[in-house]
């Protein structure tokens, strides 16, 4: 019964406030209010209308966590972070709610190049890697470019040698924005609820 009131309360302020705020300011709102069953479900409401980021899926984390439902909330703070891995909050919030299960797995050590590899694709978004991907091919279609229309020697052999690395840099992009939005995407994880 108490639930059904705080949802017809919940109901009555989003009907109230719809014309002055957005859907996820609404649900802001009722978190800050400590309405968090009706907070999430705005959250998700969002969610399904197909306009997901980091911080979205790290307030239904948040919401999740506040009503001790420790699964979910690990799985959008998963999310969130595949999104923005840089974001420290995310990650911090995370490591609290998998404190807070039950089984500790511990996952296997990795090889260091490994671990540099992913420190070096995790330290942008996927789309960051993208713009960088476009920006370097225009680059090298500059230095080609330079190439061709240059009359000295000099010039010609530096512009092949530019295109050559901006070439090889363009290439290692691709293949992280490639590889982060192929993480992002094609998840293979799983979060047991009970």
């Known amino acids: 019964m108490k639930k059904l ?10 009907t109230a406030n719809m014309a002055q705020s957005s859907q996820y300011d609404l649900g802001n709102q009722l978190y800050q209010q400590g309405v968090y069953d009706s907070a999430l479900t705005i959250y998700l409401a969002i969610e399904s209308s ?7 899926y790290y307030n239904i984390g948040n919401c999740y966590y506040k009503t001790d439902h420790i699964a979910g909330a690990i799985l959008y703070y998963e ?12 990650a911090f919030n995370l490591k609290l709610a998998q404190s807070k299960t039950i089984d500790n797995i511990e996952s296997l050590s ?3 190049y490994k671990k540099w590899m992913r420190a ?4 942008w978004a996927p789309d960051v890697w993208t713009w960088l991907s476009t920006a370097l091919l225009w680059l090298c279609a500059g230095a080609f470019a ?3 229309l240059s009359q000295s020697p000099g010039a010609k052999r530096l512009m092949f040698y530019s295109g050559i690395i901006v070439g090889l840099c363009l290439v290692l992009s ?8 192929r993480a992002v995407a094609d998840s293979r994880e799983a979060i047991i609820f009970d």
């Open 146 to 148: 330079g190439f061709v």
């Open 5 to 14: 009131i705080l949802y017809m309360m919940a109901l009555c302020l989003v």
């Open 120 to 123: 070096i694709a995790n330290a």
């Open 174 to 181: 691709f293949a992280v924005a490639a590889d982060r939005h």
């Open 50 to 56: 197909d306009q997901i980021n980091s911080d979205l």
């Open 79 to 90: 999310r969130a972070l595949k999104l923005d891995p840089s974001d420290e909050d995310i």
């Open 110 to 112: 990795v090889i260091f």
